[in-house]
């Protein structure tokens, strides 16, 4: 432990974080498959979240999972089932609404719906958030800390995307920061060019770049004295999921690259390396923090 205060905080450990909604849910597919369409969908998520579930287990790996409201209204023994196998149950909030498409009000209602549903469910506190599509905006902050969160992990702080939105302060050098006292942001890894990065942390990039670079960026973020984030959903490990007519070719092949080698991969990247929910990362780059403030103010 003595280590610890000579490192920077949160220095070559690794979380991993599941967004549990399904397949129709991605806002990618927005445009073909509207929010009405919802109910009529096939239902595929608990079966997959389960699969990776046993992928956790058998690494004796925990992980927090980002479960979508309206999931766990669909299927409240998986929340309960997660939480009952030691892993952390956050929120994904409810609807899949992008943050900066929606009133400040709307969120508050949006955020809460989807805590206090989870809260009766596993009978624990819900301290993260992830936004959908990773909207986040700067404020929505101080409406999370409101409803009882104590962190957000929404920020990719790369070079552009499409969709992504923003906080101030974020940068890909600083993964973990507090934003307000007592409120605090883990950012998705990127591997670092300036102060913006590559995205490095999941999605249709951990799909694509060939699996052994993708665990050498790893390893380089980890050395570089940075935390590891990664995220993953599970339609990203079902390569039997419906196909969507209507498409562009940008979307479908965002979507669907490399889902059938999806499963193997995140297997051995479960495997490769050490992982711990968020709140234990948060937890412990706190505790890095302080103890780094008390050797401070020894010298
Ligand atoms: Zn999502």
Redesign the pocket.
């Known amino acids: 432990m003595a280590s610890m205060t000579t490192e920077r905080p949160g220095a070559g450990q690794a979380a991993l974080s599941i ?1 549990v ?1 399904d397949w129709f ?3 990618n597919l927005k445009r073909v498959i509207a929010r009405e369409a919802w109910e009529g969908c096939e239902l595929r998520v608990e079966r997959n979240t389960m699969r990776m579930i046993e992928i956790l287990d058998a690494c004796k790996a925990r992980a927090t999972f ?1 479960v ?1 409201g309206w999931v766990a209204e669909k299927c409240p023994q998986l929340v309960r089932t997660i939480s009952a196998m030691g892993h952390e149950v956050a929120s ?1 909030g409810y609807g ?1 609404e992008l943050v900066y498409s929606l009133q400040p009000g709307e969120f508050r209602a949006d955020v809460l719906r989807s805590k206090q549903y989870l809260e009766d469910l596993t009978g624990r506190p819900v301290r993260g958030y ?1 936004a ?2 990773f909207s986040i905006t700067d404020w929505a902050v101080p409406i999370l800390q409101d409803a009882g969160f104590d962190y957000d992990s929404s920020v990719v702080p790369t070079v552009a995307h499409d969709r992504y939105g923003r906080l101030n302060g974020m940068h890909a050098g600083r993964p973990i920061v507090s934003l307000r006292e007592g409120f605090y942001e883990a950012s998705i890894s990127c591997i670092r060019v300036g102060k913006r990065g590559l995205p490095w942390g999941g999605g249709g990039y951990f799909r694509l770049v060939p699996y052994r670079l993708w665990c050498r960026g790893v390893r380089m973020i980890l050395r570089s004295g940075m935390p590891y984030v990664f995220y993953i ?1 599970p339609w990203e490990i079902d390569p039997g999921q419906p196909r969507v007519d209507g498409l562009d070719i940008f979307s479908r092949f965002r979507h669907r690259v490399n889902l059938h080698r999806c499963e193997q991969r995140f297997a051995a990247l479960v495997g490769a390396f050490e992982w711990m929910p968020l709140c234990d990362l948060i937890d412990r780059w706190k505790a890095g923090c302080s103890s780094a403030q008390l050797q401070c103010s020894r010298h």
């Open positions: 967004d909604e849910h991605v806002e980002f979508l994904h899949h992830r959908p599509c959903h």
